[in-house]
């Protein structure tokens, strides 16, 4: 379990580790952009899978190894009947990462979410019609067309969506935050209420997918170890609002489609909960699902490794 256990700040400097050594690769030959969705309703996400295809296998400059993931540096733009309505200039795809699908470092694949523009401070997808998405890598180098139907929202997402009219709201939904927890508490127990009365609704559940997320790094750091308070909540000797708050936005959070890339994140702090909870069955069956949806994914790769730390300290209880 040690590295289940690793502070959180260790997060950080491995993120900047991958975004440094994924500036090392080079441009792809082809890229490639679909989605399991082709009609959305207005207002809502859209996650599209971009693929990357390499020539030559992508390597580390400091260790010579195959990368296991890299940044998609790529930009969007998206057109509405025709019209370019999104074209933020920059590289937009950048929150998640693509990952390695071969053994060679040629095929590099990930999901991404398109959701809202906050320039313009608004829904990308807001209203019916023909949407029409590109991936530009270089001004010559761009993705085929992928087209999206977007049809009218029902009565129920236009209420949530009126509920979550700021800015801010939205660009929590995408990104999370922890100063909303701390500076916006307004906000965030609006946030509560649209998913407590909305709780089947796709931006509901990304709103506790984030939430949930949040609430975890707040009792982590309050906690930086989970086995101590592991023993301390089997006593009955502590309560901690955090560690509830975040087990229940979790839970629903784990709701969100699979193909939602955050869900990858929260499965791994709500297996982290299963744990503390002493139930390992859950735990380890959290941890099969990552294994199993998400092979070639953010954790995939370390599930095995996690399912056999869990199993040692499960032993080791036992005795």
């Given at each position: 379990?040690k590295r289940?256990?690793?502070?959180?700040?260790?997060?950080?400097?491995?993120l900047?580790?991958l975004?440094?050594?994924?500036?090392?690769?080079?441009?792809?030959k082809?890229?490639?952009?679909?989605?399991?969705?082709?009609?959305?309703?207005?207002?809502?996400p859209?996650?599209i899978?971009l693929t990357?295809?390499?020539e030559?296998?992508?390597?580390s400059?400091?260790?010579?190894?195959?990368?296991?993931?890299?940044s998609?540096?790529a930009?969007?733009q998206?057109?509405?009947?025709?019209?370019?309505i999104?074209d933020?200039g920059?590289?937009?795809?950048?929150?998640y990462?693509?990952h390695?699908q071969?053994?060679k470092?040629?095929?590099?694949?990930g999901n991404f979410?398109?959701?809202?523009?906050?320039?313009k401070?608004?829904?990308?997808?807001d209203?019916?019609?023909?949407y029409?998405?590109?991936?530009?890598?270089?001004r010559?180098?761009?993705?085929k067309?992928?087209?999206?139907?977007?049809t009218?929202a029902s009565?129920?997402?236009?209420k949530?969506?009126?509920?979550?009219s700021d800015?801010?709201?939205?660009?929590?939904l995408?990104r999370?935050?922890?100063?909303?927890l701390?500076?916006?508490?307004?906000r965030?127990?609006?946030?509560?209420?649209v998913?407590d009365?909305?709780?089947g609704?796709?931006l509901?559940?990304?709103?506790?997918a984030?939430?949930?997320?949040e609430?975890?790094?707040?009792?982590?750091?309050k906690h930086?170890?989970?086995?101590?308070f592991?023993?301390l909540?089997?006593?009955?000797?502590i309560k901690?609002?955090l560690?509830?708050?975040?087990?229940?936005y979790l839970?629903t959070?784990a709701t969100?489609?699979?193909?939602?890339p955050i869900?990858?994140d929260?499965l791994k702090?709500?297996?982290?909960?299963k744990y503390m909870?002493g139930?390992y069955?859950e735990?380890?069956?959290?941890i099969d699902e990552v294994?199993?949806?998400?092979?070639?994914?953010k954790y995939?790769?370390?599930?095995?490794?996690?399912k056999?730390?869990?199993?040692e300290?499960?032993?080791?209880?036992?005795?």
């Open positions: 379990m289940l256990i690793k502070k959180t700040g260790y997060v950080f400097i491995l900047c580790i975004y440094y050594s994924s500036a090392e690769a080079d441009y792809p082809e890229v490639e952009i679909s989605s399991k969705y082709k009609q959305i309703n207005a207002g809502q859209l996650i899978i990357y295809k390499f030559q296998p992508q390597l400059a400091r260790s010579g190894e195959i990368l296991t993931s890299m998609p540096k930009n969007v998206v057109k509405k009947n025709g019209e370019v999104f933020p920059y590289w937009y795809l950048g929150q990462g693509l390695l071969d053994n470092g040629l095929t590099y694949s979410i398109l959701f809202y523009d906050s320039f401070k608004g829904l990308i997808f209203t019916p019609g023909i029409t998405i590109f991936i530009r890598i270089t010559e180098m761009i993705s067309p992928l087209e999206i139907t977007v009218s009565q129920s997402e236009k949530v969506l009126s509920l979550l800015p801010n709201d939205y660009n929590f995408l999370g935050g922890d100063k909303h701390k500076k916006h508490p307004e965030i127990s609006n946030l509560k209420q998913i009365q909305f709780e609704n796709l509901a559940k990304m709103g506790a984030h939430l949930g997320l609430y975890f790094e707040e009792f982590h750091k930086p170890s989970f086995e101590k592991k023993v909540r089997s006593k009955g000797e901690e609002p560690f509830d708050q975040a087990s229940k839970v959070g969100l489609p699979d193909e939602f869900r990858e929260v702090q709500l297996m982290r909960i909870d139930n069955a735990a380890i069956s959290i294994r199993a949806k998400y092979p070639k994914g995939g790769r370390k599930a095995t490794k996690w056999e730390e869990l199993l300290l499960k032993k080791r209880e036992s005795k």
